[in-house]
């Protein structure tokens, strides 16, 4: 397996997302999810007058995208991801922190998402970039009846420090302390 290497932040441009862009972002769909969303999906949350798309633009190509809403204290991150080819080259952490310049002390403060439990790469990567887990929703997912994560990132007093949050013992700890076992050996 190669190496990865790190985009600059340069390199990608992160902007509204376009009617244009979808194509892209379908194909990028489709290839991150077994259970995509569709056209139509998109369009049906995008048409909400709280729902925002965005994508990360490297060489005039889409690599990545998220669709959040905006809550009354909360951004809630509904699909978010990383085209195959660019994974691993910090596009994923620079959209993240896109969303967290986006956090303000008088109103919205606090991130939001659900992941699947089988999808541990997204749970380490959300992780990696100050998101923590903080409850399991059973049954969640419809496709599958699988439970999800919610996971968060909480601004604190006007800078980007997570607040203190009680740590719950669930899957997702426990499997990072059987990694971190594993790893020691």
């Known amino acids: 397996m190669s190496q990865a290497k790190s985009v600059a932040a340069s390199d990608v441009q992160i902007r509204w997302m376009i009617r244009r862009d979808m194509s892209e972002v379908l194909e990028i769909e489709r290839g991150s999810f077994e259970f995509a ?4 999906d998109f369009l049906s949350c995008l048409r909400q007058r709280n729902c925002i798309g965005m994508v990360a633009e490297r060489q005039e190509r889409i690599v990545g995208f998220m ?3 905006l809550l009354k204290t909360q951004l809630h991150l509904l699909n978010f991801a990383v085209g195959p080819n660019s994974r691993g080259m910090g596009v ?3 959209m993240v922190s896109k969303l967290i310049g986006k956090l303000s002390q008088q109103r919205r403060q606090e991130i939001i998402l659900e992941v ?3 999808n541990l790469i997204a749970q380490k990567f959300f992780r990696s970039v100050g998101l923590q887990a903080t409850g ?3 049954h969640h997912y419809i496709d ?3 439970d999800a994560y919610v996971m968060k990132y909480r601004m604190y007093e006007g800078s980007s420090l997570l607040l203190p949050e009680s740590v719950v013992t669930n899957r997702v700890s426990q499997y990072e302390q059987f990694e971190s076992e594993f790893e020691d050996a």
Request: net charge negative.
């Open 136 to 138: 399991v929703m059973r």
């Open 37 to 40: 969303w569709t056209e139509e």
């Open 144 to 146: 599958t009846d699988e």
């Open 116 to 118: 699947r439990e089988t």
């Open 67 to 69: 669709i959040y809403e």
């Open 92 to 94: 994923g952490t620079q």
